[in-house]
């Protein structure tokens, strides 16, 4: 399905250039697909489903990702919020009862930290919202070398916007409108190309060089 392409190589740094590019084929997915929808409350739904320029999310690229299947649960805040350590609220169930989805506030610590003490807490999956306005579709959430190897839940990030609205509605206690129940849907698309993103470095001579013979390669992609 990939087309055939010839670059030349002619230096260490055009090499590290090259497999950046693999890397990020391989990361684009995180980028670009996978789903988040609001199953319940049903005004936090309806709020949902007419704004989606606040519905984008961002998937870290440490954890296990579920992709092809959807993870379903209901949302629960973290405390503490930036859930930077132990959590201290009892999050363990019973056989009958679902693990949830552990709700955290960006900020404090790395990513994957956060990831760490949420399934220690017993969450199947983390959402982290964002404390700032920005794009989150191209936020990308790595592991530091630390705990990445050890957390084995999806990591994904919101919006602040969104975020304010879940953390709202969770510190109300979900009681007016019913608790905040949310699905994932981690389905790929199929598709006979792929998307693609490179990243240089503009203070690298080598960078200039890469972009010029990646000209003919790119009308392949």
């Not at 989150?136 to 070398?145: A, E, I, K, T």
């Not at 905040?180 to 203070?203: A, C, G």
Request: net charge negative; charged share 20%; hydrophobic share 40%.
């Amino acid at each position: 399905l990939f087309p055939k392409i010839s670059v030349n190589i002619n230096s260490f740094e055009s090499m590290k250039a090259l497999l950046l590019i693999g890397v990020l084929f391989l990361i684009s997915p995180f980028l670009s697909y996978a789903n988040l929808s609001v199953i319940s409350p049903a005004d936090t739904k309806a709020w949902w489903d007419n704004n989606p320029q606040f519905t984008h999310t961002s998937i870290a690229t440490f954890g296990y990702i579920p992709w092809g299947r959807k993870i379903l649960g209901n949302v629960r805040a973290a405390s503490p919020t930036n859930a930077c350590s132990v959590l201290t609220d009892e999050l363990e169930t019973d056989y009958y009862e679902e693990r949830p989805v552990i709700l955290a506030r960006r900020g404090g610590c790395p990513f994957v930290q956060m990831a760490h003490y949420a399934q220690l807490a017993g969450a199947k999956m983390l959402l982290i919202a964002d404390n700032q306005y920005e794009d989150v579709d191209f936020r990308l959430m790595v592991d530091d070398g630390t705990l990445g190897a050890s957390v084995h839940i999806p990591t994904v990030l919101l919006t602040k916007k969104a975020g304010d609205v879940f953390f709202d509605l969770l510190d109300r206690g979900g009681q007016a409108n019913g608790t905040l129940e949310v699905v994932f849907d981690f389905t790929l698309p199929k598709s006979s190309k792929p998307d693609y993103h490179i990243w240089l470095t503009s203070s690298s001579n080598s960078s200039y060089q890469f972009i010029k013979q990646w000209r003919s390669a790119a009308k392949e992609f």
